[in-house]
């Protein structure tokens, strides 16, 4: 091959080399500006989308309280840390729910989250059962034991429980029973320990209850007994509830 042709095919493969070059770096420039221009779509897309939930078109504008007495509604709405105008994406469901539970008189609430503008709040009321002596001053107490309010004299309308000292289990079986009690006979019933039984006045009659146990039952089968016409100062024993047993005066 002569010279000449020997340069020109030099030149030839230069010149290849030099556009596969060229073409490469154009292909990597696109696929950079094609990245590039993904990554900006992509952050205006997000940044669009933090504006909107946090913008006021899906704020709060009410907060609904269901299962509360009405007095207590406008008190709970405001343990539950909501403001009127905060985005409702900022509202927490679990932290509204304890806030609401550091409340003696919310036994459980559910908190939802209604799009756009609502927060739902579904309250179980803890009710109380009966009077309790605490130290030196009465409580009166949810079937759990938990205080809702402390006076130095109870009420009246509610039964009594007295035990002292407290034994938890005893304590809770009282109040178990006093829970189901017909409302009707609430005022004036008495529960208490005798030795190492619990006994009860309820309705101007003695009940002997004896242990802690099966004191729904116990309740329910006296309840059902006073409705009768019983011989005034009569004793209902309760031991053995399915058993009951009516001892004259």
């Known amino acids: ?97 304890a806030n609401l539970k550091s409340d003696p008189r919310v036994l459980a609430s559910e908190v939802d989250l209604v799009w756009p503008h609502q927060v739902r709040i579904r309250v ?18 949810g079937v759990d034991a938990v205080v809702l309010e402390t006076a130095g004299e109870p009420g009246s309308g509610m039964p009594q429980v007295i035990i002292d000292p407290v034994e938890q289990a005893v304590l809770l079986g009282a109040l178990e029973f006093a829970s189901n009690l017909d409302p009707l006979l609430f005022a004036g019933a008495r529960v208490e320990v005798r030795g190492e039984e619990l006994w009860a006045m309820v309705g101007g009659y003695e009940a002997r209850l004896g242990r802690a146990i099966d004191m729904a039952e116990k309740a329910r089968v006296l309840n059902a007994l006073l409705r009768q016409s019983l011989v005034p100062g009569s004793i209902i024993n309760l031991i053995a509830p399915s058993r009951p047993a009516i001892i004259p005066a």
């Open 124 to 141: 179980t009321p803890r009710l109380p059962v009966a009077w309790i002596v605490n130290g030196t001053e009465w409580a009166l107490v």
């Open 1 to 97: 091959m002569s010279p000449t042709k020997q340069l020109n095919n030099a030149i030839e493969i230069d010149r290849r080399l030099l556009r596969r070059r060229r073409e490469v770096a154009e292909g990597r420039a696109r696929s950079s500006l094609s990245r590039l221009g993904f990554f900006l779509l992509f952050a205006l897309f997000a940044g669009l989308v933090v504006w909107l939930f946090r913008s006021p078109l899906l704020a709060v504008t009410e907060i609904s309280v269901e299962g509360a007495l009405p007095h207590l509604v406008p008190e709970l709405r405001s343990q539950a840390g909501i403001d009127l105008g905060q985005p409702l994406v900022t509202v927490k469901p679990s932290v509204v729910e």
